[in-house]
Nanobody
Framework: QVQLVESGGGLVQPGGSLRLSCAAS????????MGWYRQAPGKERELVAR???????NYADSVKGRFTISRDNAKNTVYLQMTSLKPEDTAVYYC???????????????WGQGTLVTVSS
C-alpha cells in the first residue's frame, strides 16, 4: 500500500505564488519519477511538471519560467513552486509517482487525491 498526500492549494490572486507539496508513504522500495498534473473544469488532465531521481525535469510549455519542481528524497516529497499565477492555472492539481514497492517489488503508478488551486481576483 502506497499513498500520496498533496497540500498547499488555495485561493490566490493573479500574479501571486503558491507552493504545493506531495508526500509519499507506505511500502516503498524506490521512487523513480514524480510529477504534477492538473485538470481544469471541462478540460482533460495534463502534465504540468515531472522530476526523476537524478534530478532531470521537464515542464509544460504553459508553465515554463513560472513553475519549479523539486524533491526531497529523504522525505519522499515532491514540491511545485508556482509563481506569476494566471487565472488559466486554476485547476485541481494531482501528484503522481512511479514507485517500486518493498512488498513484492512490483511497480505502481500512484496518484494523490488532488488539491485545488484557484487563481482569481
Amino acid at each position: 500500500q502506497v499513498q500520496l498526500v498533496e497540500s498547499g492549494g488555495g485561493l490566490v490572486q493573479p500574479g501571486g505564488s503558491l507552493r504545493l507539496s506531495c508526500a509519499a508513504s507506505g511500502s516503498i522500495f524506490r521512487i523513480n519519477a514524480m510529477g504534477w498534473y492538473r485538470q481544469a473544469p471541462g478540460k482533460e488532465r495534463e502534465l504540468v511538471a515531472r522530476i526523476i531521481t537524478g534530478g532531470s525535469t521537464n515542464y509544460a510549455d504553459s508553465v515554463k519560467g513560472r513553475f519549479t519542481i523539486s524533491r526531497d528524497n529523504a522525505k519522499n516529497t515532491v514540491y511545485l513552486q508556482m509563481t506569476s499565477l494566471k487565472p488559466e492555472d486554476t485547476a485541481v492539481y494531482y501528484c503522481n509517482a512511479g514507485i517500486t514497492t518493498s512488498l513484492g517489488y512490483t511497480y505502481l503508478e500512484v496518484w494523490g487525491q488532488g488539491t485545488l488551486v484557484t487563481v482569481s481576483s
